[in-house]
Each structure stands twice: as structure tokens, then as C-alpha cells.
């Protein structure tokens, strides 16, 4: 019996999606947790913890140092909730473009007698624009990013995509009608609205700050449904306050653009729908059950995506770090222990290296793991025997 443990609200669509062999228990012991959004740094990662799957994209409250120390692969769910975004951020871009925000407060507070005459007079003062024929930068074109710029060049606007890390994969994704900018300059350098889908890390903290935004535009609008920190909160409160941006749109609330009319904060609802919940719980239980049973890697942001059809009767996986040697001092273990190889594969990403080995003959397994496990730089070794199908 596999042991899981969730954290935040897990759709019932994913939790009835696990085989009997799985007990949903809460244990501290779990083999893998599925979780969204709790900040796992200060979590203590128990030695049985195997897997931790994401559902949905960003995977920054996961410690992956921490975790690939432990032999704890990570995995995320890419794609589940990118329509669940996109939705968003073309409401935000109507909401930004029509004044719809502070046009439905007028009209709350507006009661009286007089109200249809007052309404006529002073409604010009939500007069809009239109977005088409304006010009979107899409800063981040993977699945949301590509969605956004299908939409909106639906609706009429000139899109512009930055990404150097685009994969060849993702690119199919894109219309074609995208430009493609060279740099992050080139895609604002025209924007009337700038939109970041890129995850957060090191070199994307703050890569919206002053020296951007004095790039852009007078009176652009800035949207921000990937994650706090991305866009800097000081440099875009001073902007709007100087009238250089004219509004800015985000999922992630701080004190310091709570507040103010010209900033519309959302409670990070970006994956917040039904279909998007069930998307990502049910990928992320898929995702367990098959890395647990069959010690295949897929969508992993920690280890190499290996993926071996397992034909013989035992197959043991190896993570470990990814340095010279270690597949040769495997194999050189299991030859001495006179286990002949069926098949034998090691990937590697950054530091991080994984080994699938299959095997019909498989004796004193106990001693066999131990001095596995003894090989310096082994992460974690597992055993898995195939199942009846
Ligand atoms: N608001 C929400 O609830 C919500 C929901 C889903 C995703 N997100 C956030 O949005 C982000 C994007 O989601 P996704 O599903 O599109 O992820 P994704 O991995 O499919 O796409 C991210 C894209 O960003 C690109 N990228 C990385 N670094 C970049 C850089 N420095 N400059 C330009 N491009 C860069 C990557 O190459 C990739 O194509 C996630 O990491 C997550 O933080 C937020
Ligand atoms: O779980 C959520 O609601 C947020 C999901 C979103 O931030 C993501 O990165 O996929």
C-alpha cells in the first residue's frame, strides 16, 4: 500500500482517481505528497518522502535542493490550469482596457433618483479603448503565454513573444502571427500591454523593474499572473504614480499596491476553476502512480525524464548525482553480485542523474540495496517488481 499526503484543497476528481493500493492518510511518512501552493521550505523532508507532485505550474515553493538531496523527485502538472489562466488575463485585459473595475464601483454607489441622468452625464469619464490594434507583449510563451497570445490575436492585437528558453516542443504552440522579439526590450519597446508567464526564480525576480519600465511605453499596462516578485511592486507603484503606467493587473497582493485605484489585485485565482482543479489533480495522481510503480520520470523539474517500458520481472532506479563514473560503479556492484542487466539507462539534468535497470534475476536483495546505497553520491535506490497487467 502506498502511503499519500495532500496539502491544500486537492479536487475529489484527483483523490478518486488513485488506485485501492493508495491510502489517502496524512501520514508524515508518505511516499509522496500532492500539494498546490503551501511553501514547503520550511517543511522536514522525511526520508520516505519518494515524490512530491505539484499540481499546476509554478514549483517555486518546493525546495528542489532539499528535496533532490533527500531522493525526493519533483514533478508539476505543465498545461492543467493554462486555459484557467488565460481566461484571466483576457479579463484583466478588458478590465484594464474598459475601466471596468472602477466603472462597476461607480455604478454600485450611484443610487437616487436622478440616477439614469447622472449616469449619462458622467459615464464618459469610463470611456475606454479598444484592444484591438494594440500591441501585447507576451513575456514567457509557454502554455499560458502561448494561450494569452492566441486569444488576444484573436481579438485583434498585435502580439509580441519573448522567451529564449523556448522549447521546440512549446513553439508549436505559438501562433503564427507572433513576432518574435530578440530581447525583452524589443517586446516592450511598443506595448501598450506587457503580460509575464515566465516562472519564478533568480533571473526572473524583478526582471519588470524601473529600467524596464522607462523602456516602455507612456501609459502602458502591466499584468502580472505568474508570480509576486516577478514585476517590482516599488518600481511600478512609482511608475503609475508618475503616470508612465497606467494600471497594473495582478494575481499576487502586497501591502504596497493594495489600495490604490490604479492597481487591481486578485487572490492568485489564476488556477481557480473547476476544470483547472481537476485537470491538475488528476495529472498529479497519474503522475504518483506512475512514478511509484513504475520508477518512470515524466514532467519532473528535478530529474531527467527517463521513461524504459518495464518488461522484466524487477527494475531498480538509481538517483544520484550526475558525475563521472556512477553508472560504471552500478554496474560493476550488480555484475559482482552476479545480477545479469536486461536493460540499463541513466539520463542526466544539471547535477542530478537517474538510472532505470532491469532485471529478471535479483538475489539477496537486502544486502544488494544496502551497498547500493553505500555508493557515495547515491541519492536514493529503489526496487519496484512489475505488476500483473
Ligand atoms: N496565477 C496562477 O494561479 C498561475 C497559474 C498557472 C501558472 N502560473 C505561473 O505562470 C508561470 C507560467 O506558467 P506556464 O504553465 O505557462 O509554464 P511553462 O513552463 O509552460 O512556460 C513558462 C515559459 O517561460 C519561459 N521562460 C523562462 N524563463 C524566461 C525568461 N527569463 N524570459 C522569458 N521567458 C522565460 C520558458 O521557456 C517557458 O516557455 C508558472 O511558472 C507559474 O508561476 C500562475
Ligand atoms: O494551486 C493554485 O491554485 C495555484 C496554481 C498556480 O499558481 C500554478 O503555478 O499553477
Known sequence: MYQIKTF????????????PNYALNQTDNADALLIRSVDLHPYHFPQALKAIVRCGAGFNNIPLDVATANGTAVFNTPG?????????????????????????????ANNGADISTRTEREKTQFNGTELAGKTLAVIGVGHVGARVAHAAGDLGMHVVGYDPYLSANDAWHIPTTTVRAATLEDAIAHADYVSVHVPKN???????????????????????????????????????????VKRYMTDFGDPEILDRRD???????????????????????????NFLETGNVVHSVNLPTLEVPFMSQYRLTIMHQNIPNMVGQI???????????????????????????????????????????????????????????
Open 8 to 19: 491544500n484543497a486537492i479536487a475529489q476528481a484527483g483523490l478518486d482517481h488513485f488506485k
Open 263 to 289: 492597481v487591481l489585485v486578485t487572490p492568485h485565482i489564476g488556477g481557480s476553476t473547476e476544470q483547472a482543479e481537476a485537470n491538475g489533480a488528476v495529472q498529479g495522481a497519474e503522475t504518483i502512480m
Open 80 to 108: 492543467s490550469n493554462a486555459n484557467a489562466v488565460k481566461e484571466l488575463v483576457i479579463a484583466m485585459l478588458i478590465t484594464a482596457s474598459r475601466n471596468l473595475f472602477s466603472a462597476a464601483k461607480y455604478a454600485a
Open 331 to 389: 554496474a560493476t556492484l550488480l555484475a559482482k553480485n552476479d545480477i545479469n542487466i536486461e536493460s540499463m539507462s541513466n539520463a542526466a539534468r544539471d547535477n542530478v542523474a537517474y538510472s532505470i535497470i532491469d532485471t529478471n534475476n535479483l538475489q539477496a536483495q537486502a544486502d544488494l540495496l544496502h551497498q547500493l546505497r553505500q555508493i557515495n553520491a547515491v541519492y536514493r535506490v529503489r526496487l519496484l517488481t512489475r505488476q500483473a497487467s
Open 202 to 244: 533568480t533571473e526572473t525576480t524583478h526582471m519588470i523593474n524601473a529600467e524596464l519600465i522607462a523602456k516602455m511605453p507612456q501609459g502602458v499596462v502591466i499584468l502580472n499572473f505568474a508570480r509576486g516578485g516577478i514585476v517590482d511592486n516599488h518600481a511600478v507603484c512609482e511608475a503609475l504614480d508618475a503616470g508612465r
